[in-house]
């Protein structure tokens, strides 16, 4: 189990890391920019919850690989973005499946550091969310997960199904696997059916 | 005190999560992002100085009214956001209590994790600011507490009065109140007669 | 050693929370705002890091030297911004010492909470490019050091031959002086021949 945790971590990971690099590369920002925005995209999101949880160093400062995969990441969106761009309905498929672990591998990490349920499943959240959330103020756009892609709210109701799995006893695959699932799921039919959140009453004409 | 002091703060932090759900709605940001921006102009001041002084988890993270009042906060924001436009005058009295009251137990909370004085006063203002401060990047604009709003000001001096008050070996009430009604007062009088802080010498002209 | 240590890294943050407070004059915003900027210029680097690695409360936070030196900055700029315009270039200079003594400085601080050597050359990076990140994304702007200047390679790579040293065994100065002086000099190459980093392949005619 804990092997294919990490090598889906890291998958996830690259996923968020080229979603960065691309933002990056059509701003454009130079070559550091780029691998900037990779690593705060692929790793942001971890971070913020490890920091808020108290789980300092964030474990993504401990293991090498983990600050590899991002820097690798932005190089071949650097180098190869003309490509990239014309497969980024698939790289698409691997961020939702990086958005389906990291909120519910978030929730349950929060849940170890004593949260209650809901502070935890928030946490799930924030882990999903963060990386894409500080790509985005860093490229002088407001994000969009809170505006235009149906993001935050898959992840938080992946994070919830984990919670309620711990909370209801079950181990392991139990905990992670329905979340995850579910949350992927629910990203990618909404991204192929152009799902949107509601507007505010009054406001959806802009 | 102990209740007093926690029902002050849940409406301090409902004032400013419908501070950052008004806003929100106005981009017009999606459901969530009108929640998200709820909860992290609410709770992200109070996250700011919990993370920087090493209190992690936050207190709010150990609390589900701290994450429920903000989210009933964007939930009616989001619904009703043209009656509460109609009173944003009434809900700024709200957010200037808030203000008061963060500046000063964000001060005391500081001191008692082995900040020193200027420290401790500095981390009280920003408790008080960095809701607003998170809020605004968020939004994609400049912070208004850098450039509009005499909000700072006061709840520096508000923090400064708290941490003065403690220094001389005071207590309870008579460190808190002083400097919460000062910031408070202040806050609403500079609000009123529309007093600015003073621009660069030279650039007033912009 | 010491002594000087604290004396350079003192100048290094004024010099930086002097750039915040002149693009906070420039935009314009109030006092409060230059102030504001000047603070989270000067020491929003070492507070990333501090925070990331979990040494908090950040050192900066326990020193009021390291609250003064950018309050006094930032008072300077506020007042002074034409005189300071015309010196911006011998400003850069103090910028760039900053700069290379905050990428050795914060490599090193990693290293002793506990990071491996990549992770702590990252954070050096992190230390010394942090303050002028948070000031752009303060002031409404894409970090420069993203898109314009050579600055995070540089710091990057001093970062990455104080972590060398440290790990070859050396000591004190040995670790820190190369580094420094080599992160300076190439930054200051770079900026007295309009060196800039490349953009992405095809990007470069925007």
Chains 1, 2, 3 share one sequence.
Do not use: N
Request: neutral net charge.
């Amino acid at each position: 189990m804990s092997t294919a945790l990490v090598v889906l971590d890291l998958v996830g990971i690259a996923a968020f890391a080229l979603s960065g690099a691309l933002v990056a590369v059509r701003k454009p920002l130079d070559v550091f920019g780029v691998l900037v925005l990779a690593g705060a995209t692929g790793l942001g999101g971890g971070f913020l919850r490890d920091v808020l949880i108290g789980a300092t160093p964030p474990a993504a400062l401990q293991d090498w690989r983990y600050l590899l995969v991002p820097f690798v990441a932005g190089l071949v969106a650097f180098r190869f973005h003309p490509a990239l761009g014309r497969v980024e309905r698939e790289i698409a498929v691997f961020d939702a499946a990086g958005m389906g672990l990291f909120c519910v591998t978030g929730a349950v990490k929060s849940l170890e550091y004593g949260l209650e349920p809901p502070a935890a499943a928030l946490m799930g959240m924030v882990t999903a969310i963060g990386g894409g959330v500080i790509r985005d103020v860093l490229a002088g756009r407001v994000p969009v997960v809170l505006r235009e892609e149906l993001y935050a709210f898959p992840a938080l109701l992946g994070a919830i199904l984990a919670v309620t799995a711990d909370e209801a006893g079950l181990h392991g695959g139990w905990v992670l696997i329905p979340g995850a699932v579910f949350a992927f799921t629910y990203r990618m039919v909404a991204l192929r059916r152009g799902w949107q959140a509601p507007l505010p009453p009054g406001m959806d004409g802009y």
